[in-house]
C-alpha cells in the first residue's frame, strides 16, 4: 500500500509503528487518522496535509516539497527534498 507520503508502507520503517497509511483522497483517510492519532496521541502530519490539499500523495502536491516535509526529515532526507526542489524549479 502507498501511504499519503508516496512511500509504499512495506518499506517504511515507520509501518511498525502507525500501521501502514492511505492516500490523502482515499475513502477511509479520516478513518485512518483517527486510528493513527488514537494509537500515538497525534494525528500524522502528513496524511492531515494530504487530506486538507486533496491529493493523492506528498509528491503530487504543488506544494511539495513543503517545510513540513523538511521538518520531518521523514520519509525524506533533506538532500533528497532538495533535488525534488530543484527538478520542480
Known amino acids: 500500500m502507498t501511504s499519503a507520503c508516496g512511500i509504499n508502507c512495506d518499506v517504511c520503517g515507520m509501518l511498525k509503528v502507525c500501521g501502514g497509511c492511505v492516500a490523502g483522497t482515499?475513502?477511509?483517510?479520516?478513518?485512518?487518522l483517527d486510528k493513527v492519532k488514537q494509537m500515538l496521541g497525534m494525528p500524522c502530519p502528513v496524511?492531515?496535509?494530504?487530506?486538507?490539499?486533496?491529493?493523492d500523495y506528498c509528491l503530487k502536491c504543488p506544494k511539495f516539497p513543503c517545510d513540513l516535509m523538511y521538518q520531518a526529515e521523514?520519509?525524506?532526507?533533506?538532500?533528497?527534498?532538495?533535488?525534488?526542489?530543484?527538478?520542480?524549479a
Open 74 to 88: 521523514m520519509p525524506y532526507s533533506k538532500k533528497l527534498l532538495d533535488i525534488f526542489k530543484k527538478f520542480k
Open 47 to 55: 496524511l492531515e496535509c494530504a487530506m486538507k490539499n486533496k491529493v
Open 26 to 32: 482515499d475513502p477511509k483517510a479520516q478513518e485512518r
